[in-house]
Nanobody, 123 residues
Framework: QVQLVESGGGLVQAGDSLRLSCAAS????????MGWFRQAPGKEREFVAAISWSGDTTYYADSVKGRFTMSRDNAKNTVYLQMNSLKPEDTAVHYCAARNNIAVTTNPKNNYWGQGTQVTVSS
C-alpha cells in the first residue's frame, strides 16, 4: 500500500508559478513510477506529467510541455511539479499518482492516488 499526500496548491494569477509536492510513504519509494493528473469541474481526469522511478525519464501532456517540470527526490520520498506561466485553463484539482514498476499512464485506475490539491488560476 502507498500513501500519497499532496501540497502546494493555491490561488494565483495568470503568468504566476506554483510548485506542488507529493510525499509518499508505505512502499519503497525508489521503485515507484510517479505522476500528476488533474481534473477540472465537469471534465474527466487527465494526465499532466510523469517520471520514471530513476528520474531519468519524464513525459508531459502537450498542454503543459515547456511550462511544467516534474522532478523527484528519492532521499525525501517526494516528487515535485514546478508549474510556470500558469493559465486559467490549468485550474483543476491536481492529483499525485504512483505505481509500482509500471508507468502511471498504464491503466490509471490501478494507480495509488493522493487526495488532491486545488490549483486556481485567475485571469
Amino acid at each position: 500500500q502507498v500513501q500519497l499526500v499532496e501540497s502546494g496548491g493555491g490561488l494565483v494569477q495568470a503568468g504566476d508559478s506554483l510548485r506542488l509536492s507529493c510525499a509518499a510513504s508505505g512502499r519503497t519509494f525508489f521503485r515507484l513510477h510517479m505522476g500528476w493528473f488533474r481534473q477540472a469541474p465537469g471534465k474527466e481526469r487527465e494526465f499532466v506529467a510523469a517520471i520514471s522511478w530513476s528520474g531519468d525519464t519524464t513525459y508531459y501532456a502537450d498542454s503543459v510541455k515547456g511550462r511544467f517540470t516534474m522532478s523527484r527526490d528519492n532521499a525525501k520520498n517526494t516528487v515535485y511539479l514546478q508549474m510556470n506561466s500558469l493559465k486559467p485553463e490549468d485550474t483543476a484539482v491536481h492529483y499525485c499518482a504512483a505505481r509500482n514498476n509500471i508507468a502511471v499512464t498504464t491503466n490509471p485506475k490501478n494507480n495509488y492516488w493522493g487526495q488532491g490539491t486545488q490549483v486556481t488560476v485567475s485571469s
